[in-house]
């Protein structure tokens, strides 16, 4: 059974954030990186940080609480990020994914 992930992306501290969902939250934190959707939100306002993410048993679980946190007002989700990253840092630099090498082998 697969694990089902809500995360947030941020361009730096308190900066633009966004909201995904994912059931292969490495795979999809590398395409955030690379900008492999080059129009996408991610890609335009440069949101290369994973900031926060939560882990699931089921994608609806997973769906419910990703459109629950996409209403809630900006400072919610500057707490709820806070809380577990109090600094903001790239939660995924320690998952021994090396995007400099990826990205040069892109272009």
Known sequence: MSKWYIYIMANKFNGTIY??????IDERVKEHKLKVNPNSFTAKYNCYKLVYFEEFENSSEAIIREKRL??????????????????????????NMDFNRLRNERQ
Do not use: A, H, Q, V
């Open 19 to 24: 909201i995904g969902i994912t059931d292969n």
């Open 70 to 95: 996409k209403k809630w007002k900006r400072d919610w989700k500057i707490n709820l990020i806070e809380n577990m990253n109090p600094s903001w840092m790239d939660i995924s630099i320690n998952w």
